[in-house]
């Protein structure tokens, strides 16, 4: 009756995840219980090699666990299959035994988790330790985590500063580019990169990713253009001891006058070789870009528990009143409705000014029992046509179910609607 759930890494390779955060630049966070679509990464120097944070407390399904606190997974998909070398995920045992492999060495062993911690929990040199599989440093560190319980508090950068904080609350964007695209030889115009920013929202704090082989850095000048037509320098010909360029840059400096910016549009990265004879070549590029959402999202439920008269054309109807003013520029509709024969069914949605959806047609359900269904603007075309017209939400949204054939009785037992605007 209480099978705990899956841990972060299998959740992960299974892709059900809708949000990441990332525990790369330093700030203060929560891991909330039971938030199964939000996954906390760190990444490490190593393509495929990262760490996971989640919250196994004692509560819901993890009543039963022999240890609650935050679980710390070290990942290295690349090693996916493999019987040799390391695993592809171990769990970092807070005890200081040896990482868990599968088999548990130390069944007795109650403190598998980190609970509450002053100071320092996970870095290079504690044990259980941070450090990468090829023996260096990653520089991630676990600091100061709190009571286990709903939400578990920690923090990640260096043991003695805050450095640029980030809120475990605030929504987090990642776009990735793996371009492997030669770089023109001692040409002007050089090489263009491009990713599109949909959603809409302002900069709080980000960081850029490049990755460049290149055997002569003191050729090359990388740009990185805004949606706002903003171009800053992040390598300027710089020369280096390595051959390739392989760097990290933020809004603690490089990027500082992009904070509080609009995210929204096309991001372009450009490079350019400056001198001839030495060829490179752009591997990838990344954004990681901690915002404020420009839009928000209003939802209201309503829990009728109608029946739906049988065989009569009228129907029934259920209203959610919205207070909020305001354009809608994304819609989402979700009914629960019993019935032994959905296809006597038809379900309409009506907005505010009279527009008219039909949700399900009669005869769509065929002989399938109940209907509890999700209709969204982004991939229903009647609710895509109500948002081309730019609804006012203020106002009564109702929902209407008919049952057109005799002989068997049903029940809209609730539905719920989300505006976002």
């Known amino acids: ?11 992960d390779l299974a892709r059900w995840g809708k949000r990441e955060v990332l525990l790369n630049q330093p700030g203060v966070f929560q891991a909330e219980h039971g938030d199964y679509g939000t996954l906390y990464r760190f990444e490490t120097h190593t393509p495929n090699e990262y760490f996971l944070v989640e919250n196994r407390s004692r509560i819901g ?30 769990l970092l045992r807070a005890s200081g035994h040896p990482a868990c492999r599968g088999a548990d060495q130390h069944p007795e062993d109650t403190g ?44 990640t950068g260096p043991a003695g500063a805050m450095g640029e904080s980030a809120v475990a609350d605030q929504p987090v964007l990642v776009r990735e580019i793996v371009s492997d695209l030669l770089i023109p030889d001692d040409e002007i ?24 082989s290149h055997p002569n850095l003191g050729d090359l000048e990388v740009t990185l253009e805004s949606p706002a037509g903003e171009t800053i320098l992040l390598h300027n010909r710089d020369w280096n001891v390595q051959d390739d360029l392989r760097a990290h840059y933020d809004t603690s400096g490089r990027l500082m006058v992009l904070k509080g910016r609009p995210m929204q549009g096309r991001w372009t990265l450009c490079v350019k070789d400056l001198a001839r004879n030495d060829i490179g070549r752009l591997n990838r590029w990344k954004m990681v870009i901690h915002y404020e959402p420009t839009e928000r999202t209003i939802q209201s439920e309503a829990v009728s528990g109608l029946n739906i008269p049988d065989a009569d054309w009228n129907g029934i109807t259920s209203v959610i009143p919205i207070d909020q003013e305001g354009v809608a520029r994304e ?42 269904r999700t209709y969204d603007s982004t991939n229903h075309d009647g609710l895509a046509a109500l948002i081309r017209s730019a609804p006012q939400m203020q106002g009564e949204w109702t929902i209407q179910v008919i049952d057109c054939t005799p002989g068997d009785m049903g029940k809209l037992e609730k539905w719920s609607l989300a505006l976002t605007f």
Not at 194 to 212: F, H, L, N, P, T
Request: with cysteine.
């Open 331 to 372: 819609i989402q509709v979700c009914v629960d409705v019993t019935h032994p024969y959905i296809g006597d069914l038809q379900i309409v949605f009506v907005a505010p000014s009279g527009h008219t959806v039909v949700l399900m047609p009669f005869g769509e359900g065929g002989n399938k029992v109940n209907a509890r």
């Open 189 to 212: 115009r050089g090489l263009r990169s491009s990713m599109r920013v949909e959603k809409a929202g302002r900069i709080q704090s980000m960081y850029v990713m490049v990755d460049i």
């Open 61 to 90: 399904l993890d009543r039963f666990l022999p240890s609650e606190g935050l679980a710390v997974y070290h990942c290295d998909t690349m090693n996916a299959g493999r019987t040799d070398g390391h695993p592809p995920c171990v």
């Open 1 to 11: 009756r209480t099978p705990a759930p899956v841990c972060a890494f299998l959740r």
């Open 112 to 155: 598998e988790l980190f609970g509450k911690t002053g100071g320092v929990a996970v870095a290079f040199d504690t044990r259980p330790g941070s450090g990468a599989w090829d023996g260096t440093e990653t520089g991630f560190n676990l600091i100061d985590i709190g009571e286990p319980g709903k939400r578990i508090r920690f923090r």
